[in-house]
């Protein structure tokens, strides 16, 4: 089993900004994969269901994006699923052009206060991402006035793109084909 957690925040007023791109390809898989995440469960947004043949769950955490590790850490211990080998996380990255994948097997938090949490909550680094480009911040600006801001009309042309290759990559992820998904995206 799988759990596939896209990060983000909840409410109206966060869709469609930078810092929700998690939660975008979750609804992306769910409506592809035919998945209803509409369950509340472990402070989480979630449903059950398969991806080429694998069982997984799609979350997206009512925690507050700096609080995701409470929601993901709840869940790891209560499916017995070990972050190394079933937890994949999908987030905004500021490092990144808009639009362009990095797929990892683990790593630090970057600078992500929410992936920061994860590590803090499940106790290791080690467990697979699929970063989704949102572009650097402009000079002057306040990072949490730019993540939680919306995309321009051209950018967000690029991130919709990306949301659909974030799709692929997670479906090679869960039949064990990270090396394939880092080959093909990143």
Known sequence: M??????????????KTRHN??????DLLAEKYKIRVSERKHRALWGTGMIEGQKVILMKPQTFMNLSGESI??????????PETGLIVIYDDVSLVPGKLRIRKKGSAGGHNGVKNI????GTQEFLRIK???????QGWDLADYVL?????????LVEE???KACEAA????????????NLFN
């Not at 791109?21 to 979750?26: A, K, L, Y």
């Not at 989704?132 to 402009?138: A, F, H, L, S």
């Open 2 to 15: 799988f759990i596939i957690a896209g990060l983000g925040n909840p409410t109206g007023k966060y869709e």
């Open 21 to 26: 791109v998690g939660f975008d390809v979750i």
């Open 73 to 82: 850490g709840t869940a790891l211990n209560f499916y017995k699923v070990e």
């Open 119 to 122: 590590i803090s909550h499940v």
């Open 132 to 138: 989704i480009g949102v572009g650097e911040k402009p």
């Open 149 to 157: 801001g919306r995309f321009s009309k051209e950018e967000r042309a």
């Open 162 to 164: 990306a949301f659909g």
């Open 171 to 182: 479906a090679l992820m869960v039949q064990n084909e990270t090396d394939r998904a880092m």
